[in-house]
């Protein structure tokens, strides 16, 4: 039992591997003499710190969902082009953000691939079948809600900003991976909207009604908001890889 546990919680480590440790391990094996592998059984292994890790995460999912935030930013009132005298409230417009795709990605940044991509996964099956942790409430009816294409997309987000991540957790890696995150999210989240909008002869005014108020400025905060995000992980990785 001690011999798995330690396996367990090697397996763990290295998940959460930091690139200096990563680069540590790739001088010593160049140093080491090539060696006959067994096969490796492609099977997952959860240690009880893993384990801690996905259901801390899974409940920062389910908080960001019902998190609301009210951010404030200068517009150009439309009054000014018409002529019509403005005061201070005209030029101030106050956008209801939700930060939930920030969370998104800060969840599969922390715990790599594999825990990151079992967060996600958990957290959708627990809205499609077990809790109402959705914005709107849950059930395997929930797939014919518009805004089920974005929280579909979380999956090849974060399997696609893991991959990224895998090269690296520099300033470059970093923006490309938050930046093709959010993308693929609003991208996969405006097709699934229109499928279900033509299904339901919803009529175009109300697909561009719904792309202004979910996909327009949306997009700016959520990548300025997960780039921070992802940023935090590069220092959390490397405190969690030293007490695991």
């Avoid at 991976?177 to 609003?186: E, F, K, P, Y």
């Amino acid at each position: 039992m001690n011999e798995e546990n330690d396996k367990q919680q090697q397996n763990d480590r290295t998940e959460l591997e930091p690139d200096f440790a990563v680069k540590k391990n790739k001088l010593k094996k160049k140093v080491k003499v090539k060696t006959k592998k067994k096969p490796k059984k492609n099977s997952i292994h959860i240690g009880i710190g893993s384990i801690i890790l996905i259901i801390f995460c899974i409940f920062l999912l389910v908080t960001a969902t019902f998190l609301q935030l009210n951010i404030t930013h200068i517009v150009i009132p439309s009054k000014l082009f018409q002529g019509l005298p403005c005061n201070v409230e005209d030029y101030l417009y106050t956008m209801k953000y939700i930060p939930q795709i920030p969370v998104v990605l800060f969840v599969a940044s922390l715990l790599g691939r594999k825990f990151g991509l079992i967060s996600i996964i958990i957290y959708i099956l627990m809205g499609l079948f077990m809790l109402p942790v959705f914005a709107l409430g849950g059930g395997w009816r929930y797939i014919f809600e518009y805004g089920f294409g974005y929280i579909l997309a979380y999956i090849p987000a974060a399997y696609a900003v893991t991959t990224v991540l895998k090269k690296g957790y520099t300033f470059k890696n970093i923006l490309k991976s938050v930046c093709l995150g959010v993308l693929i999210i609003h991208f996969i989240g405006i097709i699934y909207m229109m499928c279900l909008a033509m299904l339901k002869h919803s009529g175009w005014s109300f697909v561009g009604s719904w792309i202004a108020a979910q996909s327009s400025l949306k997009i700016i905060y959520d990548i300025i908001f997960s780039f921070f995000a992802v940023f935090v992980t590069k220092y959390l990785r490397v405190i969690l890889w030293f007490y695991l």
